[in-house]
């Protein structure tokens, strides 16, 4: 089974064992055993069981401690119980209206006045660097949140940390995730031991950029400066000095690392499927521009807006980014469907196979408006939405993951009719082409729209 399990496909296959198997089989890969759990019921057993039964793998926290990232995201036990409650205040609804927000919309502002000017008044523009233009985005704005600085990834500057910061998400992690063995350090693969090398620098690099970050914020804190902006980063290092524990003092900059990753790897690619959907379903997008234009207020209010929130809500279902968590038992004797299992068994929670498999794989954002619908009666409230986990370790950054999907959509869809470019509008039925690695997302250059300017 393992010579069928193709790189960079892996999310599609685990869908098809899923069907041919049942929502939990096993697989064997080299000389390792992993059980794929593609049911919600056994999912959510496992993660409602983290941490004393269920722990990230090793590999994890050696990937993220290899670019310098170590956090939230890797910590286990005690630690990242202390480093969730420190982080938590910083992502509640308060201050991602009143900090993220304003952030999200300048940098959508920004983008669409780039893509008005290929344009000119009725000309419908094609825009084929729709993914890149989304992933600039959201680096600009977590940038902003964690670091206090606009990085001007939108404005094509050369800046070296930019650079660092962009290599470090696209390339380095993956690379470390991806990769079982240091071979890096073993004679024969100099090549990659150069690789690996090259990785050390570039995350020192970011490790004295972010140093430096927090050293200038604290300095700012000290001197009551009355300037200093109300953002992510400022909350962060005001929590995080007041824990008065020097180990999570210096994990500070793991954590900054961490959402600069999460924050702008993940939200491009679920965006560049939304834009494709609305393209692909003409009437969902006029509903949707039917409700902007007649609400007034916070797009991020979903009494006034639910049929935007309904679609922002259905592309997390069917486009998750986190597409899998892999995990292993902690201990020996862990029950997994009745059955014990051996301390250090791979346990892989197929997210997106849960969510597709069980509800469809449909675009159909009036499911969850529709009291009838088991969407609505299951997820309404987004708590077993698995994209962004279940459980105690649900993703801290979920309420700014989901603001920021429905602010920008809500600007291009109220400013641009999307459409799919003529060619493509023969193949409907072909979804834009998707790859598997350290998020899901669309193959690069894979989705092309035509913006027409709504006037």
């Known amino acids: 089974m393992f010579s069928r399990l193709r790189r960079g496909k892996e999310g599609e296959q685990f869908n098809q064992w899923a069907l041919e198997y049942g929502p939990v089989y096993s697989f064997r890969y080299l000389f390792s055993k992993a059980t ?97 233009d989304l992933n600039k985005l959201t680096l600009d704005v977590i940038c902003r949140l964690t670091l206090g600085r606009d990085l001007g990834f939108q404005k094509g500057s050369n800046d ?60 700012a804190i000290a001197s009551g400066h009355d300037t200093i902006p109300e953002d992510l980063l400022q909350t962060l290092v005001q929590h995080f000095t007041l824990s008065g524990a020097p180990t999570l003092s210096g994990c500070l900059k793991g954590n900054l690392l961490t959402f600069l990753t999460a924050g702008s790897e993940t939200t491009a690619g679920t965006a560049s499927y939304l834009l494709w959907y609305l393209a692909r379903y003409p009437t969902v997008q006029d509903k949707l521009r039917q409700e902007l234009a007649a609400g007034s207020g916070s797009v991020l209010d979903k009494t006034k807006f639910p049929y935007l929130h309904a679609c922002v809500m259905e592309v997390l279902r069917l486009r998750p980014a986190a597409y899998t968590l892999v995990l292993e038992t902690a201990r020996p004797g862990v029950l997994l469907c009745g059955s014990p299992l051996p301390k250090g068994s791979v346990i892989v929670c197929n997210l997106y196979g849960a969510m597709v498999l069980t509800y469809g794989s449909e675009f159909q954002p009036d499911q969850w408006l529709d009291p009838s619908s088991a969407i609505y009666k299951d997820l309404l409230k987004g708590t077993d939405l698995l994209s962004f986990g279940f459980g105690p370790r649900v993703c801290v950054g979920r309420q700014l993951a989901i603001a ?52």
């Not at 938590?88 to 920004?110: G, L, M, Y």
């Not at 063995?181 to 090549?191: E, L, S």
């Not at 409907?428 to 598997?436: D, G, K, Y």
Request: proline share 6%; with cysteine.
């Open 36 to 132: 794929v759990l593609s049911g919600v019921p056994e999912i959510e057993q496992v993660l409602k069981a983290r941490p004393h039964d269920f722990i990230r793998r090793f590999r994890v926290k050696r990937s993220f401690d290899g670019i310098g990232a170590h956090g939230l995201f890797s910590a286990e036990g005690e630690e990242w119980r202390e480093l969730r409650r420190l982080t938590a205040p910083a992502f509640n609804d308060k201050k991602v209206n009143e900090q993220a927000a304003p952030i999200i919309e300048e940098a959508v502002r920004e983008m669409m006045e780039k893509w008005r000017a290929q344009g000119s008044n009725r000309v419908p523009s094609l825009v084929g660097t729709i993914q890149e």
């Open 160 to 219: 070296a940390v930019q650079e660092d910061i962009r290599v470090a998400i696209e390339k380095d992690l993956p690379q470390l995730l991806r990769d079982r063995a240091p071979w890096g350090k073993i004679w024969p693969f100099k090549k990659i031991w150069r690789i690996y090398d090259e990785i050390t620098a570039r995350a020192g690099r970011n490790s004295r950029m972010l140093a430096d970050c927090i050293l200038r914020r604290k300095m």
């Open 404 to 455: 920021e999907l429905a602010i920008m959509l809500a600007a291009i869809v109220t400013h641009f009719q999307l459409q799919l470019p003529d060619e493509e509008s023969l193949h409907l039925a072909q979804h834009p082409r998707s790859i598997f690695r350290l998020t899901m997302k669309p193959e690069d250059d894979s989705i092309r729209l035509v913006l027409v300017p709504v006037t």
